[in-house]
């Protein structure tokens, strides 16, 4: 018999009181807030200060730290800051530290004003928020990891989502009905709303910075892997900063080039749409590469001595590949990046496509960010309870099916136009699926990692699974400039059917242990 039943309902909710828990709610809060900063909230003001859609749109690659935030990962792991550490723990000093870079990027994107050609440092600041922000997901996820038994761990993972969404909540609606309060509309726009909204926001991460300074230092005991020196961690510190440094340097040396390329690929495609995507996925391949090429020089040059990236990187692929074998890995790995393809890259647009509709930012407020909300914890639970009854495979197939079929929906939504029961209807279709499809796909992420090696694992899971939708969701803008919304509702449906056939693969070669509750 399974164990579920030997804990009462009564034992369950008192369980939802234990320090740890309540600990993880707050950090919950602190790591959402910034998550709708980077993309609604700022898309909105973009929007309001009279920024082209498809400029818009590019902005949700300030959120790409989220997708890379594996390469770091091992840094945040084991890497000490001077004094901080020392003061806090290794943990603490993490969260801390990112927690206040967190403060200082939105404080910069207050003090810019978009309308007047400001967007090269906001877009600077974006990145600065995405980076930070991912840094203090890594630290949290080895926080909740070390802090607490195993039983505790799905108590301490709903409370951090419930907070999450708490967090996503005060930066989605809370930022529109604030900036509207202030008077701010896409009819008169007031930079001094949107700035006083990001300052406020800003504020708000101190909730994050006073949990970290109130609750202890996990104590664990180390793993039996080979101790590394401080300097050879500095040397990483190094290397990571100049592989970006010369990714981001290519992006600005190839901007004349790509802009000659795109009027170039336009004459003979007779699309100018077609041809500035395909200019610029090739301009984030070649700055992939540059990054790939440094890291590469200065391994070669012995400034990361082998043994270290054995340890940090290494060691958690091979261990991966080892347990599932080769085809079943990239089975998995293929699944994993494109399960969300469908709800990411519509989500970018989707504010935008309210407002063009003619919906207020206090209606996209109530409907979208706070009904949404509660019908995404309502999806999340009820996404729960089914893997628990059904399994996990059986859930995350349904959940594909409905954040591809919800997304149809957004296509009636473009030919009514404005109409409130339809959008309520909409958003009750698609939250409630999100919930229930991220339930499942957090079950099938947590199953496929090795307790030996959870942080650097799961890092790399969660980098890939935003990591293609959010690139393709940085050309939305461009998809619909060129084929309308119906059209791109519909592609983005469509884009869901691999998903489909993954999963079906997927329970074919891999089978999960059953899930039981202790």
């Keep these: 018999m399974s164990e579920i039943s030997k804990r009462t309902w009564q034992q369950t909710l008192a369980a939802f009181a234990h320090p740890r828990v309540v600990t993880m709610l707050f950090f919950g809060i602190s790591?959402?807030?910034?998550?709708?900063?980077?993309?609604?909230s700022l898309s909105l003001w973009l929007r309001e200060a009279g920024v082209e859609r498809a400029a818009v749109t590019y902005f949700s690659w300030a959120a790409l730290g989220y997708?890379?935030?594996?390469?770091?990962?091992?840094?945040?792991?084991?890497?000490s800051i001077p004094v901080l550490t020392k003061q806090l723990g290794r943990r603490r000093a993490w969260l801390l530290l990112s927690q206040l870079a967190i403060m200082l990027a939105i404080i910069a994107m207050a003090m810019i004003d978009p309308s007047e050609n400001g967007l090269t440092v906001m877009a600077w600041a974006a990145v600065i928020l995405g980076f930070s922000s991912a840094t203090q997901d890594v630290a949290l996820d080895a926080y909740r990891i070390e802090s607490a038994e195993p039983d505790l761990q799905a108590l301490m993972s709903s409370s951090y989502i419930a907070g999450y969404r708490i967090g996503m909540l005060l930066a989605g609606a809370g930022g529109l009905f604030l900036a509207s309060y202030l008077g701010s509309s896409l009819d008169q726009y007031s930079y001094t709303a949107w700035k006083y909204t990001y300052l406020v926001m800003a504020l708000m991460m101190l909730i994050g910075v006073m949990t970290t300074l109130i609750i202890s230092e996990p104590i664990t005991a180390r793993d039996s892997r080979p101790a590394i020196k401080q300097k050879q961690y500095f040397g990483l510190m190094v290397l990571f900063?100049?592989?970006?440094?010369?990714?981001?340097?290519?992006?600005?040396i190839s901007s004349d080039l790509a802009q000659l390329a795109k009027q170039t690929l336009t004459l003979h495609l007779a699309n100018g749409?077609?041809?500035?995507?395909?200019?610029?996925?090739?301009?984030?391949?070649?700055?992939?590469?540059?990054?790939?090429?440094?890291?590469?020089?200065?391994?070669?040059?012995?400034?990361?001595?082998?043994?270290?990236?054995?340890?940090?990187?290494?060691?958690?692929?091979k261990d991966y590949f080892h347990r599932y074998g080769l085809k079943l890995a990239w089975l998995l790995l293929a699944l994993i990046a494109l399960y969300r393809i469908s709800d990411i890259v519509l989500g970018v647009i989707s504010n935008v496509f309210y407002q063009d509709l003619g919906f207020s930012k206090p209606e996209i407020a109530t409907v979208v960010k706070t009904f949404g909300l509660i019908m995404t914890i309502v999806g999340g639970f009820l996404g729960g309870v089914l893997v628990l009854r059904f399994g996990v495979i059986r859930i995350l197939f349904l959940g594909a099916i409905l954040?591809?079929?919800?997304?149809?929906?957004?296509?009636?939504?473009?030919?009514v136009g404005y109409d409130m029961p339809m959008l309520y209807l909409v958003i009750s279709a698609d939250n409630l699926s999100a919930g229930l499809a991220s339930a499942a796909f957090i079950a099938f992420l947590s199953s496929l990692t090795n307790i030996s090696f959870t942080a650097v694992q799961y890092a790399i899971f969660s980098s890939l699974m935003t990591l293609l939708p959010k690139v393709l969701g940085g050309y939305s803008g461009t998809m619909v400039e060129a084929f309308g919304y119906q059209q791109f509702f519909l592609l983005t449906a469509l884009m869901g059917l691999p998903v489909l056939m993954l999963i079906y693969l997927a329970d074919k070669y891999f089978k999960l242990e059953p899930i039981t509750i202790k």
């Design 67 to 79: 997708s890379f935030k594996f390469v770091w990962a091992p840094l945040v792991d084991t890497l």
């Design 241 to 252: 900063t100049l592989s970006v440094s010369g990714f981001v340097a290519s992006f600005a």
């Design 403 to 415: 954040s591809a079929a919800t997304n149809l929906l957004f296509m009636v939504l473009a030919q």
């Design 31 to 40: 790591a959402g807030l910034p998550l709708l900063l980077i993309f609604s």
């Design 273 to 317: 749409y077609l041809a500035g995507f395909i200019i610029d996925l090739c301009r984030l391949a070649f700055a992939l590469t540059v990054a790939f090429l440094i890291a590469k020089t200065l391994v070669q040059s012995r400034l990361i001595q082998q043994d270290m990236l054995d340890t940090t990187y290494i060691a958690p692929v």
